[in-house]
């Protein structure tokens, strides 16, 4: 089998929510670009819903309305389900048993150091009662990638602890059963900007219970209203006056979404980002100029994508289709990596018919 050679892409999303903005330069708008590359031999997305239960078993009805939302979200920024598989996890019963015995290959303390898992905990307030299932996660996600046999995995820098783990567990499983399984590298976001993008007013993160975020779904109109009231410098009050840019997320967005040539379509008095921050600093340049051009901007690459989800919404039985598909595709892969798996750990009972014949020949002599 080439499987050293071939180069494997998975990664995904807890389908928790509609994807926004941030999603998008994080995460989506690579995997959009690594798709259409022709560098990978096979790239698998798909949605955890496993993992969003971990912290959701009370409120299934929320993953699962959100499963359809994040496909339309997949399709809509361009994904391919001819190039991309893409596959809910809770229809891979693969991934349980995979999960099942990668749990005799990490300690109880080990699972409590990971710093994501440990911050998460704090967040959700947990305290004591912290599901098992939750402080487990990163096992089942390593079996994830480890099922696919996924070489590169594009994820956020929250997700390194994740990917040092599967690391790890897979290590140790070539260590104890022979080489099987594949050690994944992480690809982070190669712009700053693009690591973590702060919500619309400048805390750090979008999320949608602080109700800071653009979604890819929203209308142009909504795109307009938040941009408009973005948080900026609170001490930049008059045009005059000099403005910052440090936290000033409206240049926080402009990193991350404007290209030279936007300028000559939208702001043509500059000749670049640069350029416009040196006015703003200098004083002179007023927020809502800027704001329009970041709407303007912001249009520009969220147009293509809501007209797409808009098409694929007046069929939502055949974006199903498309998910079923790609599960029974997955699957195949990740039953292939199950057979090997099996025999590494020789629980392959029945298909071993050296093991059989052996104990019956020994049987014989007594
Ligand atoms: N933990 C990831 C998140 O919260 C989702 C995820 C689950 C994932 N399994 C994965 C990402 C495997 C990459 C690879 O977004």
Redesign the pocket.
């Known amino acids: 089998m080439n499987m050293k050679k071939e180069k494997i892409i998975?990664?995904?999303?807890?389908p928790t929510g509609k994807l926004h903005i941030g999603h998008y330069v994080g995460s989506l708008r690579r995997r959009v670009e690594l798709q259409n590359s022709g560098l990978y031999d096979r790239i698998f997305v798909?949605e955890?819903d496993g993992?969003a239960l971990t912290d959701n078993i009370d409120n299934p009805s929320k993953v699962r309305s959100n499963v359809i939302e994040v496909a339309l979200d997949y399709l809509a920024a361009g994904l391919d389900p001819e190039k991309t598989t893409l596959f809910i996890?809770s229809q891979i019963p693969e991934l349980c048993e995979l999960t099942f015995y990668f749990l005799d290959l990490v300690s109880v303390s080990r699972l409590q150091r990971n710093p994501t898992v440990k911050t998460e905990i704090r967040m959700r307030g947990f305290d004591e009662s912290i599901p098992a299932g939750f402080l487990a996660?990163p096992v089942?996600?390593a079996a994830?990638?480890a099922a696919f046999r996924?070489t590169h995995?594009p994820?956020g820098e929250d997700?390194e602890p994740?990917l040092e783990q599967c690391r790890e567990i897979v290590r140790r499983f070539n260590y104890i059963y022979g080489e099987t399984l594949v050690e994944p590298e992480i690809m982070l976001p190669d712009n700053s900007a693009c690591l973590r993008l702060p919500g619309t007013d400048g805390k750090a993160k979008m999320s949608k219970s602080l109700g800071n975020c653009i979604y890819l779904s929203d209308s142009a109109d909504e795109v307009e209203r938040k941009v408009k009231s973005m948080y900026t410098d609170p001490g930049h009050l008059r045009v005059s006056d000099p403005g910052r840019l440090e936290g000033n997320c409206v240049f926080t967005y402009l990193d991350a979404f404007c290209r030279a040539e936007h300028f000559g379509r939208y702001l043509p008095e500059y000749a670049s980002l640069d350029e416009l921050k040196a006015h703003y600093t200098r004083g002179g340049l007023g927020d809502m100029k800027v704001k329009k051009f970041l709407a303007a901007v912001m249009q520009e690459m969220l147009e293509p994508i809501r007209k797409r989800r808009a098409e694929f919404e007046k069929d939502i039985p055949s974006v199903y289709e498309i998910l079923r598909k790609g599960c029974e595709q997955a699957r195949e892969v990740a039953a292939n990596t199950m057979a090997d798996v099996r025999r590494a750990m020789k629980i392959n009972y029945f298909d071993d018919t050296s093991l059989i014949d052996e104990r019956a020949a020994s049987g014989k002599e007594d």
């Open positions: 998975l990664t995904g999303d807890r798909f955890a993992q996890q996660y089942s996600q994830d990638i996924a995995v994820a997700q994740m």
